[in-house]
């Protein structure tokens, strides 16, 4: 296309165009027509009936209409595909190529997705992998650029990304622009290095989602002010609303690890719902594999009683409105062809899904597609992201007093539990070590772990918010060794260890965060991983890899390990 | 700016954001605070309360601020400014910047404008004339780019516009899209040079107004689907229906010829309402003076029953929206201050109105504002466009059998009546002529008038849709020279002769549609003009100038006059 002149373009585009009057004015035969649909209108707000014909994977025109090929969905409901608005693709353990196998049955038919974990582990590269990675997929993946990496100067994570590192990706087709300014107290703050992220998203003319829990007031203010158009992070109406009025789009969030759809119910009225759409932030195997995706939600939000056509609009219309991606979110011509169909809402079983005209699950499976080709040199360096020497039991045979963290069941916030100078089992504290792993700068944060349950062995992971360094947690310094070791040797993953025995394992290595295996395997791997860990005494209050994956955040309370120590989140010093 | 580096661009962004950034957050004082407001939340759709920060001409937040300057509007209701989704300029009658003057006054700070009028008679010229008269003015004048220049392949205008004509003025920072597409057959017939008219709009991401008045079923279909997002000529709900549950955005239109806004109050409901604005597409001085713009039709709404909220968002925040105006329609942090004060919404009496934090009307009169700079070839070029030889009464002298145009009272549609080879005065038989004004081809068409009801002298003008050639009514053949001569003198406008004497004129010597003088001076003259023409015996019921600026305008049936001669619209056929 590089050499495509503007009348190259604009005579490529006529061709379809004309064609597409042509066949709306009924004077050719439709690609598609889906007969006898009763379709949602999100702009009359009803649901509508006739045939809908399809030219060049665009909805054309909706009346009566013949077509090459033509469905009969009998007076079935069909509704606009749906739009995740806020998304980390990788925290599905899966290239996006299985993602979208997995998704597709549930009506998800374009993602809006931050590539913040690879960022953290590959920078500018591994925002190139998940372009390269999601091309020309039966969902359209579009991405926010990540805008915090790292997160914290605490981090040591394997990219530093600052505006101009990110800046050439706005020229990108499918960049929507900057991905949650989590970092907010730098935005209020006046942090110029933060401020000049959200200048330059603006000076391309893209939009800024944020990320700010419970900000209130002047503060608040001056947040949006700054230009932070949204906001994922609502857990209650009160703070939603606040947002809402001073002009953020809501994404009402139900993932694996926030569930905020049913507090956040009162913001689906005809008073606020124009500004609210759905997001999952992060979605686990087995959580795709059980609940579904955003069709979860729709169910969900219309079971508790929210109108309908009004569930839909915020799981497609608002979100598309948002992003302005104008070509989706409704049925209407000109629009993209992407349909589910359902039974009734209240059912709300997913009977078919197209994607720009083309049936890509029929009810029973997802019809193949191509694998998206990825340039050799990026595929290589994303399988090759562990820099870390071989490790002994010396390396976690520290025998100064280190600081206790304090798991706290079902919560990811933890407590301040003292200090130890050895592992206790009996008392269940275990020793937890952060092993950089980037860089082979050889750093070894090392501390005291109690709550997790462990006797036996160690489980190490290298999913671990945001660097992706190795965590591991212990029994005894030998399987440490042996669990972060294997980890390297499988280029990533998850492993848990006894006797240097491997007891189970999920191989992740597209950049230690991913698989290149099927959702089913990962998810059967992950299970079987995590029974592993519960036999090794694992509490089973806790979610054995996904808690002690958010064990190296410095950004939440109480205590964290970071690769230099145990860190007091509140005062950002090390104990 | 041409010279700005990208560094430069950035850097100049982020003195002005830290700045808005520390106001917001309280640790600055503002630029300007209205205090103690009751503004309209289009977010939340309620009244809220407080004080509304400005800094840099954005507002930056909404609770409790102090600033440089505080205006205490004690409680009174403060209104996003208003905007005009679409008007041509040139039916003021006065340049751009008295235009402004006229319409702040009424609340308007934004105007989506068509230089249709102008186009016709200096083509791309036109429209730069036009972006420069507008730059800077405390009225933001954006534009869309003439769809249709000619009207019809019969018109002779002063320039045709191709798509590659008007393609480079799309990276102007002002130009929206590309206007209303009246060519509607031309759309669903899929003649390729109306097409890439489109695809070029589209390829530069921008929006596509259109007009087309009644079309339904699978031609609608095919219209929407070629691109064209918007409608402004719908005069019944079942039509604007129509083409919203079809995803068009209905701007309702109440202008100087159109009031469509009675029959359309059924669209301003919940239901409906988000995909709805206001425009007047004319509006002629004494109806700017006496009845205003936008705000009449917010005070009529209201007036009417329609939710004063629902009314308020359809003036601005919807515009806004579609034109994809981020940064206007809602007081909010990080939009305009662009503020309009009443008392209350029954009386909507316009106290102050704010541009970009500026007080450009306090109650009583306009502040004074820079005058655009206007490249002196293009000013001069703008007051040349008359290119027609010194007339004579033997150039009217035709004594073939010419078909007579019946006017129809109150309308713009014509009757046809036969045919006349004199003029009889007594009968009502007038001789009426379109002389080509811009290339001094020497084309005279020719042919009788009935209804208009003049007894003596002629009367002309160079406003004449769309082309705007003179077109000349007379009882006589050597007052219609005579009045046509003087237009031409006067480089453009509108002549009353008798006998060889003017007996009322306008003059519009910028491109022979538009004043230099103020809109009161414009507007005097005008009705001085009517009084002398309704004394040569026009009849009351006709608007003497408005009227005849229709006679040439061959999409309207029944007969029109085209400087080849009396055409059937219908059969296309000249008679």
Same mark, same amino acid.
């Given at each position: 296309?590089?050499?495509?002149?503007?009348?190259?373009?604009?005579?490529?585009?006529?061709?379809?165009?004309?064609?597409?009057?042509? #066949?709306?004015?009924?004077?050719?035969?439709?690609?598609? #027509?889906?007969?006898?649909?009763?379709?949602?209108?999100?702009?009359?707000?009803?649901?509508?009936?006739?045939?809908?014909?399809?030219?060049?994977?665009?909805?054309?025109?909706?009346?009566?209409?013949?077509?090459?090929?033509?469905?009969? =969905?009998?007076?079935?409901?069909?509704?606009?595909?749906?739009?995740?608005?806020?998304?980390?693709?990788?925290?599905?353990?899966?290239?996006?190529?299985?993602?979208?196998?997995?998704?597709?049955?549930?009506?998800?038919?374009?993602?809006?997705?931050?590539?913040?974990?690879?960022?953290? =582990?590959?920078?500018?590269?591994?925002?190139?992998?998940?372009?390269?990675?999601?091309?020309?997929?039966?969902?359209?993946?579009?991405?926010?650029?990540?805008?915090?990496?790292?997160?914290?100067?605490?981090?040591?994570?394997?990219?530093?990304?600052?505006?101009?590192?990110?800046?050439?990706?706005?020229?990108?087709?499918?960049?929507?622009?900057?991905?949650?300014?989590?970092?907010?107290?730098?935005?209020?703050?006046?942090?110029?290095?933060?401020?000049?992220?959200?200048?330059?998203?603006?000076?391309?003319?893209?939009?800024?989602?944020?990320?700010?829990?419970?900000?209130?007031?002047?503060?608040?203010?001056?947040?949006?002010?700054?230009?932070?158009?949204?906001?994922?992070?609502?857990?209650?109406?009160?703070?939603?609303?606040?947002?809402?009025?001073?002009?953020?789009?809501?994404?009402?969030?139900?993932?694996?690890?926030?569930?905020?759809?049913?507090?956040?119910?009162?913001?689906?009225?005809?008073?606020?719902?124009?500004?609210?759409?759905?997001?999952?932030?992060?979605?686990?195997?087995?959580?795709?594999?059980?609940?579904?995706?955003?069709?979860?939600?729709?169910?969900?939000?219309?079971?508790?009683?929210?109108?309908?056509?009004?569930?839909?609009? #915020?799981?497609?219309?608002?979100?598309?409105?948002?992003?302005?991606?104008?070509?989706?979110?409704?049925?209407?011509?000109?629009?993209?062809?992407?349909?589910?169909?359902?039974?009734?809402?209240?059912?709300?079983?997913?009977?078919?899904?197209?994607?720009?005209?083309?049936?890509?699950?029929?009810?029973?499976?997802?019809?193949?597609?191509?694998?998206?080709?990825?340039?050799?040199?990026?595929?290589?360096?994303?399988?090759?992201?562990?820099?870390?020497?071989?490790?002994?039991?010396?390396?976690?045979?520290?025998?100064?007093?280190?600081?206790?963290?304090?798991?706290?069941?079902?919560?990811?916030?933890?407590?301040?539990?003292?200090?130890?100078?050895?592992?206790?089992?009996?008392?269940?504290?275990?020793?937890?070590?952060?092993?950089?792993?980037?860089?082979?700068?050889?750093?070894?944060?090392?501390?005291?772990?109690?709550?997790?349950?462990?006797?036996?062995?160690?489980?190490?992971?290298?999913?671990?918010?945001?660097?992706?360094?190795?965590?591991?947690?212990?029994?005894?310094?030998?399987?440490?060794?042996?669990?972060?070791?294997?980890?390297?040797?499988?280029?990533?993953?998850?492993?848990?260890?006894?006797?240097?025995?491997?007891?189970?394992?999920?191989?992740?290595?597209?950049?230690?965060?991913?698989?290149?295996?099927?959702?089913?395997? =990962?998810?059967?791997?992950?299970?079987?991983?995590?029974?592993?860990?519960?036999?090794?005494?694992?509490?089973?209050?806790?979610?054995?890899?996904?808690?002690?994956?958010?064990?190296?955040?410095?950004?939440?309370?109480?205590?964290?390990?970071?690769?230099?120590? #145990?860190?007091?989140?509140?005062?950002?010093?090390?104990?």
């Amino acid at each position: 296309m590089g050499t495509e002149s503007y009348t190259g373009k604009i005579n490529r585009k006529m061709g379809k165009k004309l064609r597409i009057v042509e #066949v709306a004015a009924g004077r050719e035969k439709a690609d598609l #027509v889906l007969k006898n649909a009763a379709y949602v209108n999100v702009f009359s707000n009803e649901i509508c009936h006739g045939d809908i014909a399809v030219a060049e994977g665009l909805i054309v025109g909706m009346g009566t209409y013949s077509g090459e090929t033509e469905v009969d =969905v009998a007076g079935r409901i069909v509704l606009p595909g749906f739009i995740d608005a806020h998304i980390h693709l990788e925290s599905a353990m899966v290239s996006p190529q299985e993602f979208v196998k997995a998704v597709l049955p549930h009506g998800t038919t374009t993602v809006i997705t931050d590539p913040h974990e690879i960022a953290n =582990v590959m920078g500018a590269d591994g925002i190139e992998y998940m372009l390269q990675a999601t091309e020309g997929l039966p969902v359209d993946v579009r991405f926010m650029l990540p805008s915090c990496v790292p997160s914290t100067p605490m981090d040591e994570s394997g990219a530093v990304l600052d505006y101009r590192t990110i800046d050439s990706f706005y020229d990108h087709p499918r960049v929507q622009g900057l991905a949650e300014m989590m970092n907010y107290p730098g935005v209020i703050g006046a942090d110029p290095q933060v401020i000049e992220k959200i200048v330059a998203a603006q000076a391309h003319h893209k939009k800024i989602d944020g990320h700010a829990p419970g900000l209130v007031g002047n503060d608040l203010n001056a947040y949006i002010a700054a230009g932070v158009y949204s906001d994922h992070e609502c857990s209650d109406p009160a703070d939603a609303i606040a947002k809402l009025e001073r002009g953020q789009f809501i994404m009402i969030r139900e993932g694996t690890a926030a569930h905020n759809l049913e507090a956040l119910l009162p913001l689906l009225t005809e008073k606020y719902a124009e500004r609210c759409m759905f997001c999952c932030d992060d979605k686990h195997p087995s959580d795709l594999l059980e609940k579904g995706h955003i069709d979860y939600n729709v169910r969900e939000a219309i079971r508790r009683g929210v109108d309908p056509i009004v569930a839909v609009k #915020v799981a497609c219309h608002h979100a598309a409105r948002y992003f302005l991606l104008n070509n989706r979110g409704a049925i209407a011509p000109g629009y993209l062809a992407d349909f589910v169909v359902i039974d009734d809402f209240q059912q709300f079983h997913i009977l078919q899904v197209f994607k720009k005209g083309v049936e890509m699950y029929d009810g029973k499976e997802v019809k193949g597609f191509q694998a998206p080709e990825i340039d050799p040199y990026l595929s290589n360096r994303a399988h090759d992201t562990f820099h870390v020497a071989h490790l002994t039991a010396v390396d976690f045979a520290e025998r100064r007093p280190r600081g206790i963290i304090g798991m706290v069941p079902g919560e990811i916030v933890t407590e301040d539990q003292g200090y130890s100078d050895h592992i206790d089992v009996e008392w269940d504290v275990l020793k937890i070590a952060v092993i950089e792993r980037h860089k082979k700068t050889r750093h070894i944060g090392i501390g005291y772990l109690q709550g997790y349950g462990l006797k036996r062995g160690a489980v190490a992971t290298s999913v671990s918010h945001d660097s992706h360094n190795i965590i591991v947690v212990g029994a005894n310094e030998e399987d440490m060794a042996a669990a972060a070791n294997r980890i390297v040797e499988n280029k990533g993953g998850i492993v848990v260890m006894e006797d240097g025995q491997v007891k189970g394992e999920v191989i992740l290595s597209i950049a230690g965060i991913m698989s290149d295996d099927t959702l089913e395997n =990962v998810n059967h791997a992950l299970e079987q991983a995590k029974e592993a860990a519960f036999r090794l005494g694992v509490s089973k209050e806790i979610d054995p890899f996904m808690t002690l994956s958010f064990m190296s955040l410095p950004v939440i309370p109480t205590l964290r390990l970071t690769t230099r120590g #145990v860190i007091d989140v509140m005062t950002q010093q090390y104990i």
